[in-house]
Structure formats: structure tokens, C-alpha cells
């Protein structure tokens, strides 16, 4: 995990100090939507981490860079043997959680951001008060 704590420069350091973390994978060639299914795969080991009691934080691998002349995918295959024909989306840092946070508020959703049927048709009319 130290090592992989250095598959970025910035948003992967905290690796180090987790005691386990999931790289997840995918074929591309058995799936045109493997971007999706693996990110999927990623949010349900989130929420079995959560079940647990357990805390959990992705780490973005895909479309990352390591350093100047290596891609953060290209890091963590070699660094852990990852077969060609994968690709790596993401490592789920799993541990006990240093602070719980409280739910936001009602009052501090962005209900603005939110269309009901067509874009542009605000949300926040139907909202009860």
C-alpha cells in the first residue's frame, strides 16, 4: 500500500496509512461498458465496506498521471503484475473512518442542480416545504 500511495501526485498519499485497498480491474475486450461496470463495482464495495462499519475512499487510477512520463495505470500494473489486457479504474482504500460526518441538511442541498422531466424545468417548486 505504500507503494501504491504513490500512484498520483495528489489524492492517493493516504493509501499508505490504510490497511487494505481493492484495485479494481477490467477486460475491456469481454465488455464495451467496462468503464461503468467497474466503477459500479467499485461504489458496491463502498457500500459493503459501509455495511461493515467500515470507512472507504476511491482512489481515480484511469486517466491519471503518476509522474511525467508514466500514467498512474501504468504504475500500478507494473507495480503489481496487472495483465495487458486489463485496465485499472480504481483502488477502494478500505479502513475504520477517523471521523463520521453528519448527513447535510435539507437546507444545504443543491436542489438547483436538480430537472424534473426536461432540462431547465427546476426541481425545487415540487420540493415540500
Do not use: M
Not at 493516504?14 to 461496470?37: Q, R, Y
Not at 495505470?73 to 479502513?95: F, H, M, Q, T, W
Not at 477517523?98 to 425545487?124: F, I, M, N
Request: a negative charge.
Amino acid at each position: 500500500l505504500e507503494k501504491l500511495s504513490k500512484a498520483k501526485k495528489h489524492g492517493s498519499s493516504f493509501l499508505n496509512n490504510a490497511p487494505l485497498g481493492i484495485v479494481v480491474c477490467a477486460d475491456p475486450a469481454k465488455c464495451d461498458v467496462w468503464i461503468e461496470d467497474a466503477s459500479i463495482a467499485s461504489t458496491y464495495i463502498q457500500l459493503a465496506a459501509e455495511s461493515l462499519g467500515l470507512g472507504s475512499c476511491w482512489v481515480q487510477i484511469r486517466d491519471r498521471i503518476q509522474d511525467k512520463s508514466h500514467t498512474a495505470e501504468e504504475y500500478v500494473s507494473g507495480l503489481l503484475n496487472i495483465p495487458g489486457n486489463l485496465r485499472v479504474e480504481s483502488v477502494i482504500a478500505i479502513g475504520y473512518p477517523d471521523e463520521k460526518k453528519p448527513p447535510h441538511s435539507r437546507e444545504e442541498l443543491q436542489y438547483e442542480k436538480v430537472h424534473l422531466d426536461l432540462y431547465g424545468r427546476s426541481y425545487v417548486s415540487r420540493i415540500p416545504g
